[in-house]
């Protein structure tokens, strides 16, 4: 079982910041990307951000600039979305997600809850 916990979202005023984390767990034994996902209302899930296991990134033209993605160097199961300057057309509901391989050897891709992010004054 592979489990993705998202944490960090909730609502911030136009101009201001969050920062989401996602942690992986499970019978993980390796991790080729992490990324970000965000679904809006009415809208189809779209890539927001992604991370290599070798740390190459890639972002939606949207969000270059305003948003980081990065892992963390202590527990690589774990990534996070800095996310400046934001603006109300961010809000959506933001899913971590995870293309991996399992102890027992199968890849696949795994999806976390789902966090809100509302940008509202």
């Known amino acids: 079982q592979v489990q993705l916990v998202e944490s960090g979202g909730g609502l911030v005023q136009p101009g201001g910041s969050l920062r989401l984390s996602c942690a992986a767990s499970?019978?993980?034994?390796?991790?080729?990307?992490m990324a970000w996902y965000r679904q809006a209302p009415g809208k189809q899930r779209e890539l927001v951000a992604a991370?290599?296991?070798?740390?190459?990134?890639?972002y939606a033209d949207s969000v270059k600039g305003r948003f980081t993605i990065s892992r963390d160097n202590a527990a690589a199961n774990t990534v996070y979305l800095q996310m400046y300057s934001l603006k109300p057309e961010d809000t959506a509901v933001y899913y971590c997600?995870?293309?991996?391989?399992?102890?027992?050897?199968?890849?696949?891709?795994?999806w976390g809850q789902g966090t809100q992010v509302t940008v509202s004054s």
């Open positions: 991370i290599t296991s070798g740390g190459s990134t890639n």
């Open positions: 997600n995870a293309h991996l391989r399992s102890q027992s050897s199968i890849r696949g891709d795994y």
């Open positions: 499970g019978s993980i034994f390796s991790i080729d990307v």
